[in-house]
């Protein structure tokens, strides 16, 4: 059994900071891409930013320049540094990743969600 466990999310204002963290535990092999999705109310999910395990990023529009997701393979966990917050980026920020187990089964397992809400 795999999982993913987010922590790091709160309330802050306009224009401060917060990070994220997801950290995968469980029988890994190993694990490709990892990324964050967030929902806010009345919203469908959506794609914040995505890291594959060499290290390539991929960004909303809506974000670039202002988050920064990175990874430490050694510890199976996934980071977002969140600047410049606006009150639109209030939502449940989740984490997710692509694991294979040891006997080859591909696992896409999804956090439990954090909340994040931004001030204005």
């Known amino acids: 059994q795999v999982q993913l466990v987010e922590s790091g999310g709160g309330l802050v204002q306009t224009g401060g900071s917060l990070r994220l963290s997801c950290a995968a535990s469980?029988?890994?092999?190993?694990?490709?891409?990892m990324g964050w999705y967030r929902q806010a109310p009345g919203d469908e999910r959506e794609l914040v930013a995505t890291i594959t395990s060499g290290g390539r990023t991929n960004y909303a529009d809506s974000v670039k320049g202002r988050f920064t997701i990175s990874r430490d393979n050694a510890k199976n966990t996934v980071y977002l540094q969140m600047n410049s917050l606006k009150p639109e980026d209030t939502a449940v920020y989740y984490c997710n990743a692509g694991m294979m187990t040891p006997n080859k089964v591909i696992v896409n397992s999804w956090g439990q969600g954090t909340q994040v809400t931004v001030s204005s």
């Open positions: 469980g029988t890994i092999f190993s694990i490709n891409a």
